[in-house]
């Protein structure tokens, strides 16, 4: 089963704090956005291995793009 | 007939309606980890059934209260009435005494002036009984009016332990609240399988209407439980925040300090753009234990929930920057319109906890109608009537600010944290704007330069002392300070009367 992490809101890609094949607890920041001037953390939602990710920092992202393909 | 025959056979008749449905239906109904009405009830109230309406309706029909019980109990030693299908009889559906029973209860409900809760289980309206209950003016819609009429009188609270399909999903749509058991709750109008025939849509139950949906996504529930348990400590823990009717007061509880933990000064982060859950700030201020958050899992952006502060209830109403930066949204915005008019339908008084950069920008907002959204949110502001306090913590920006309950909307205060950063916008946003010709004007190599000293100065402006100097701010306060002034104000706030406005209604945006 895979899972795709969507951007919550428009913005930019501030920090990428995973690589691809990493394990990640649920709650672990995947990677941070920045928007309206606020740094928006996005966060693994279960336990599971970063299996493709989908943009790179400086990026400017739309609401519900696909950032993180977890499996 | 002696008295004992008599007696014999009103028992016979009581026994056969306490009991609800078949013995296969009531199987089937507790394999599912259901509880019986009867053992629902039993939870809710301190002491049983105080008296009941109805209990031989349907039972000579062999439909046992016609699918309902309507009755009065106890819930911390305060009567509530209370409407509750029994699953187990004709699947919950209401038939033409049902339809009877239910209104009958909401209006003693009204005119006594009690709390309502609605246990809902149902697989809605009898459809071979229509042509009674459907067209005319005594008909199933006057559960909804009559829904409407209470509104903002009494408080309605629904626990939805199974369906309410169709029409009947406007029964929790209608109450103040709705508590939604997972995996068994669900509400929507049209049924995967009509979806199917109508559309083609191939969905499943919980995804069209599962609690969990309704929790996260449409914002139809208020909290999701994980058994029906819970629900019901839930609505007796909720009703304790509540008076009985829109002329009383919440009561008072001996005062509590906050739970252990770190102090507010410690909780809110300096650096104003990084994120931190405005939830340990309310826990560290409001008293031990007393925090009750509606929903919470449903435009996170915006946190909104009942405490006590000295003993005293209060609504909140918070940014919270873990989540989408604490910016408001078109949800966000619903979800603090209507849990301020919940607060100021029962004279609970509302504090705000400011920490916003504004409402979202963009195109998909806009087309979404974040205008019409934010002026719904404003609105609500503006109209509420009891004592309101406004805490400036960090961010104060724009529009945001306003909807948040700023000076201009008339709250009984305005106050600040010592790091709270007051302006119409940040200095990126407004050095761009007031300086774009001069920045345009320079030589490429000089731009950066100039556009950090203007930032840098522009930064420097924004700071609580200038807004103290000129008295936009009652008051600017040290983190640590702020719940002992909260006390204080709202404890004299609280003895004011509360106006009211002589007109029919406003024109609300929606």
């Known amino acids: 089963m895979s899972y795709q992490v969507l951007a919550p809101m428009a913005g930019s890609i501030c920090r990428i704090e995973v690589a691809e094949g990493d394990a990640v607890k649920e709650a672990a920041v995947l990677l941070v956005m920045e928007s309206m001037k606020m740094e928006v953390p996005v966060e693994a939602t279960f336990d599971g291995k970063v299996a493709k990710i989908h943009c790179n920092v400086g990026d400017l992202i739309d609401q519900d793009q696909l950032l993180i393909t977890l499996a | ?510």
């Open chain 2, 1 to 510: 007939m002696s008295q004992e025959e008599l007696r014999a056979m009103l028992a016979s008749y009581a026994e056969r309606a306490l009991v609800g449905g078949s013995p296969k239906a009531r199987e089937r109904h507790q394999a599912q980890g259901k509880m019986l009405v009867r053992d629902r009830l039993r939870k809710l109230f301190d002491e049983g059934v105080l008296f009941e309406d109805g209990l031989l309706a349907g039972v000579r029909r062999d439909l046992p209260g016609d699918a309902v019980v309507t009755c009065v109990g106890r819930i911390h030693g305060r009567e509530v009435a209370v409407i509750a299908n029994d699953m187990t009889v004709k699947a919950g559906t209401w038939g033409y005494t049902t339809f009877l029973k239910i209104t009958q209860m909401q209006e003693l409900a009204a005119r006594n002036k009690i709390p309502i809760v609605y246990l809902v289980d149902s697989a809605g309206a009898r459809i071979d009984d229509q042509f009674d209950c459907y067209l005319g003016r005594k008909a199933w819609g006057n559960i909804f009016y009559n829904q409407v009429q209470i509104s903002g009188v009494v408080p309605q609270v629904c626990l939805m332990f199974g369906p309410s399909p169709a029409g009947s999903a406007y029964v929790p749509a209608l109450c103040d609240v709705t508590f939604m058991v997972d995996k068994n709750a669900t509400a929507y109008l049209g049924s995967p399988r009509l979806a199917k025939m109508a559309t083609g849509e191939d969905v499943t139950e919980e995804q069209m209407g599962g609690a969990r949906m309704h929790c996260t996504m449409s914002g139809l529930g208020d909290l999701l439980v994980a058994t029906e348990q819970e629900a019901i400590e839930k609505a007796r823990d909720y009703l304790a925040y509540f008076p009985d009717h829109f002329e009383s007061k919440p009561s008072l509880q001996p005062p509590r300090p906050p739970e252990d933990g770190p102090r507010p000064s410690a909780v809110v982060p300096p650096n104003q753009n990084t994120p931190y859950d405005v939830r340990k700030l309310i826990r560290a201020i409001v008293d031990e234990g007393s925090f009750f958050e509606l929903k919470e899992a449903f435009a996170k952006e915006l946190c909104t929930g009942l405490a006590r502060l000295g003993g005293r209830v209060v609504g909140i109403v918070a940014n919270n920057s873990a989540n989408k930066g604490g910016v408001l949204f078109n949800d966000s915005s619903d979800k603090g319109a209507r849990f301020i008019w919940t607060c100021n339908a029962f004279n609970i008084p509302l504090l705000f906890l400011q920490d916003i950069s504004g409402f979202m920008i963009g195109s998909a907002v806009e087309r979404a109608g974040i205008i019409r959204h934010g002026a719904k949110l404003l609105t609500a502001v503006c109209e509420a009537k009891v004592p309101r306090i406004s805490v400036m913590v960090r961010k104060g920006y724009g529009g945001g600010y306003l909807a948040m309950s700023g000076a201009p909307t008339q709250p009984d205060a305005q106050l600040a944290l010592s790091g709270a950063m007051p302006a119409l916008m940040g200095p990126e946003a407004a050095v761009n704007a007031i300086y774009l010709n001069e920045i345009q004007a320079l030589p490429e190599g000089e731009r950066n330069a100039f556009i950090q000293a203007k930032r840098e100065a522009y930064a420097r402006d924004i700071n609580p002392y200038d807004p103290a100097d000129r008295f936009s701010f009652e008051a600017v306060l040290d983190p640590d300070d702020l719940r002992d002034d909260l006390i204080a104000r709202l404890e004299i706030y609280s003895r004011r009367a509360i106006p009211r406005i002589d007109r029919r209604n406003g024109v609300c945006p929606v």
